[in-house]
């Protein structure tokens, strides 16, 4: 399944994210955010390709939001609140060259989002993919 493969990729590159730690200069908070932000739409397109081939018609939209909405109701992901943040941050990503931004972006994906891919991919692997 090729777009849980990109999303895996990308999570473990996400996972580099923990090696560093503030001041950033800009070139490693640019590149920070980047990993965040390619990880979040590898996420969000997996979560779509397996919904669709699990029948959640609701999931072809093509839209973030109402994707992470279905996941949610399908039981694929547990925080639907949390996933909705991430999706609010990656949408600022546009404005990361505002240094507050970019912090608030990677802070939150070191803090919180990581952790929430992880568990998207355990899901994912263990519930979703069919060997």
């Not at 998207?120 to 979703?128: F, M, R, S």
């Amino acid at each position: 399944m090729k777009k849980f493969e990109n999303f895996s990729k990308a999570l473990d590159n996400l996972a580099l994210i923990e090696r560093y730690e503030p001041p950033f200069d800009k070139v490693v908070l640019t590149g920070l955010v980047g990993l965040y932000e390619i990880c979040f739409e590898q996420a969000w397109k997996a979560m779509k390709e397996i919904l669709e081939e699990h029948g959640f018609s609701e999931a072809a939209t093509g839209s973030p939001k109402q994707v992470l909405k279905t996941a949610y109701k399908a039981g694929m992901i547990y925080d639907e609140e949390l996933w909705l943040e991430a999706l609010l941050s990656r949408n600022n990503v546009a404005h990361s060259y505002n240094e507050g931004i970019a912090l608030g972006i990677v802070n939150n994906a070191k803090e919180k989002y990581l952790d929430m891919f992880k568990q998207l991919k355990e899901e994912l692997a263990a519930n979703w993919i069919q060997s």
